[in-house]
């Protein structure tokens, strides 16, 4: 049976992944909507956005090697299900209750999406094919989660907030239509083993330490409903990665932590994320909320970014397997960081030309620079029989610290979202890019060229 040709490849993984990037950023415009429909004020808004983040960053290393261990195709498969029900229920919600226990379920299944689709990448294609591949699908569904505002604010001005989730219908039967087309390609272990007490410890480790950094700034440090989940859910995830250095079968292999491309990437990964998640979301909100713009005109601010995005990933991608991974994850971060100082000129006259376009104009081309090549080096410094691991490893990294700058949001902004508060933002935004800038300068070793021995690649340290 011949191979999937890479186009399909890279359509199964960016429509898998997509659904789950687009829903962590269309809910942001759709929170007002929400808020004034089914009541609960700012804890609900809150939680509809830290209840998908809870799940998915507690469950995406157990999913990570379960794709390693069962096949990326099956576990495509399941979370697709699992997350087209989810997103009706959601749809469907009559209450903040129902609402938030259904976005828990979204966040879930969207743990076995995102890593078994980018796994799929990794282990059918190989050398420039796969970090042209990796840049693609890095356009597609960082481009998802750009436009996830643009899409949910149409929906909210035009139908109603409910049909930005049940839309989420389409694009999971349209992967099923093209997963029909790869039979025989899956990859499974033949000695599969899933470490059941190593993935509840990692599940209920990281879930109490994610619980606590969620609720925190409404409840403090000294609050019991803070310090004992944080307390038991870091003394459970100490003994899963004590665990993890003589279980047979490892969820999380921490052997890959000695190769440096792959931690410093990781560390870069946590600041620039955190950055994309908190620039994300104030936009977003500010928009609407301090400068008076509809949902839809809001989504639509940060359509220039996404554009870069998605005309200039792939060519990142391979400029970057070509010259080195490390200029383009320097540069791009600190780009990146100029275009945020840039909406330091937004005032009180709100004008969106001049105030707003050019720091998303300069954001959008330090992002084009940055998420494909720091994905491929990452990626790439584990190889394909732990790609699924490597994967959810990485996307645990960025889901945490987006969870984690919304949570100490208020801090950051100073207590309100007003245009000081926005200034603040644009401020931290900035700090944090140049910071994962200059971590991955400091961290990142180009691949030595081809005519090195193959080794060498992958030297730990």
């Keep these: 049976m011949t191979a999937p040709s890479s186009r399909l490849i890279v359509a199964i993984a960016a429509l898998a992944s997509a659904v789950a990037f687009l829903d962590g950023t269309v809910v942001n415009v759709a929170l007002p909507a929400m808020s004034d429909e089914l009541g609960g004020g700012l804890a609900t808004q809150q939680w509809t956005v830290d209840a998908y983040?809870?799940?998915?960053?507690?469950?995406?290393?157990?999913?990570g090697s379960v794709s390693d261990a069962y096949g990326r195709v099956l576990v495509l498969k399941i979370g697709l299900i699992g997350f087209g029900v989810a997103s009706i229920a959601v749809g469907l919600a009559p209450d903040p209750v129902t609402l938030i226990i259904a976005r828990a379920l979204q966040g879930a299944a969207g743990a076995f999406l995102v890593p078994s689709s980018l796994a799929l990448i990794t282990s059918l294609l190989q050398g420039t094919a796969q970090s042209k591949a990796i840049g693609q699908w890095t356009a597609w569904t960082t481009g998802a989660t750009l436009?996830?505002?643009?899409?949910?604010?149409?929906?909210?001005?035009?139908?109603?907030?409910?049909?930005a989730f049940?839309?989420?219908?389409?694009?999971?039967a349209a992967t099923f239509v093209l997963l029909a087309r790869m039979k025989g390609t899956d990859h499974r272990s033949p000695d599969a083993r899933i470490d059941i007490l190593s993935a509840a410890l990692c599940t209920l480790g990281l879930g109490g330490i994610v619980f606590a950094l969620i609720e925190q700034p409404n409840l403090g440090w000294t609050h019991e409903a803070i310090w004992m989940p944080l307390l038991a859910g870091t003394v459970l995830f100490v003994a899963f990665v004590l665990r993890q250095r003589t279980a047979t079968h490892p969820i999380l292999p921490l052997g890959i932590f000695t190769v440096r491309n792959f931690w410093t990437g990781n560390v870069s990964t946590f600041f620039v994320y955190a950055a994309l998640s908190l620039n994300g979301f104030?936009?977003?909100?500010?928009?609407?909320?301090?400068?008076?713009?509809s949902a839809t005109l809001a989504g639509l601010a940060s359509l220039p970014a996404t554009l870069l995005l998605i005309g200039l990933s792939s060519l990142a991608g391979t400029l970057s397997a070509k010259l080195g991974p490390r200029l383009f994850m320097t540069s791009g971060p600190l780009i990146m960081a100029a275009g945020s100082l840039l909406l330091l000129t937004v005032g009180e006259d709100f004008d969106y030309w001049t105030q707003v376009l050019p720091g998303l104009i300069v954001f959008g081309l330090g992002l084009a620079l940055t998420v494909s090549p720091l994905t491929s080096t990452i990626l790439g410094a584990i190889g394909g029989e732990r790609s699924g691991i490597a994967s959810a490893t990485n996307n645990a990294v960025a889901r945490i610290a987006g969870l984690v700058v919304i949570a100490v949001l208020a801090v950051i902004v100073g207590g309100t979202l007003d245009l000081d508060g926005f200034h603040r933002a644009a401020i931290a935004t900035a700090a944090l890019l140049a910071i994962g800038g200059v971590v991955a300068y400091a961290g990142i070793r180009n691949p030595r060229p081809a005519s090195q021995p193959e080794e060498a690649t992958n030297k730990p340290g």
């Design 166 to 172: 049940l839309f989420n219908v389409i694009p999971i």
């Design 282 to 293: 104030v936009v977003a909100v500010y928009l609407q909320q301090g400068a008076g713009l």
């Design 147 to 163: 436009a996830g505002p643009l899409i949910g604010g149409v929906f909210v001005d035009t139908l109603s907030w409910r049909y």
């Design 53 to 63: 983040l809870l799940t998915l960053s507690s469950l995406i290393l157990f999913a």
